[in-house]
């Protein structure tokens, strides 16, 4: 079996929630992607990332079912896992930080999947919502598991302090009917609202998020190490 490492990204203040990742450190072990993309369904994470250089941060990106040019908690994790000043993904070129108990990337929005956002009046709206049918998920006709991560439920907590719950139905053909904490669902709307957001995903995941110049964001949480 293939050596990685267990990480929970996006943790609550306590160390708890979070969404687990898998990260192979060494991807030269898997060096196609068919390889990596079996591997990935086997592990069952919503990500699992191939490190191909520690050095420079280059890492290759995969859900159980497709490959992906960047994802959020994906990069958070890794960043911290690997303690280097930016990764380098197919969608660019992502700095990274730590920050105290924080890890920090800065990323783009339009690197992230696209989602529907949509806005429910209050937090017991959002946490009352069950798990959308598939059907419902597809919009303008594209079938839900060729879209990776389409509803993103949010409602304000308190807006005023920026601080939003929300919870992330990905929409993919895999078993993984909810995201537990996700960065590029994060990365949006932080774009569309234009302000510093406090989000609590899931059960109990906190995701950071400040806007920076020229339309970066910057995406931050905790993170552990399981195994």
Same mark, same amino acid.
């Given at each position: ?78 960043? !911290? ?72 439920? !949010?409602? !304000? ?71």
């Amino acid at each position: 079996m293939t050596d990685y490492d267990v990480l929970r990204v996006f943790c609550a203040p306590n160390g708890g929630y979070g969404n687990e990742l898998g990260v192979v450190r060494d991807g030269s072990v898997l060096p196609g992607r068919d390889e990596r993309q079996e591997l990935a369904a086997k592990l069952g994470f919503s990500e699992t990332v191939f490190v191909d250089d520690p050095e420079r941060g280059v890492v290759d990106i995969y859900t159980p079912t497709l490959r992906l040019p960047f994802a959020g908690h994906p990069c958070v994790g890794t960043a !911290w896992l690997l303690d280097v000043p930016e990764l380098v993904t197919p969608a660019g070129t992502v700095g990274a930080r730590q920050d105290g108990e924080f890890s920090w990337i800065e990323a783009r929005p339009e690197w992230a999947p696209p989602r529907t956002l949509r806005q429910y009046a209050d937090v017991a709206e959002v946490d009352a919502l069950p798990v959308p049918p598939k059907g419902e998920r597809s919009e303008m006709g594209v079938p839900p598991d060729e879209v990776w991560g389409r509803v993103y439920a !949010w409602a !304000w907590e308190d807006e005023a302090a920026g601080r939003v719950r929300a919870r992330g139905f990905p929409g993919r053909d895999d078993g993984i009917d909810e995201d537990e904490a996700t960065g590029a669902a994060a990365l949006l709307l932080t774009e569309r609202l234009g302000r510093a957001l406090n989000i609590t995903q899931g059960a109990g995941s906190q995701i950071l998020t400040a806007p920076q110049p020229g339309g970066w964001i910057e995406i931050g949480g905790r993170v552990r190490l399981e195994r």
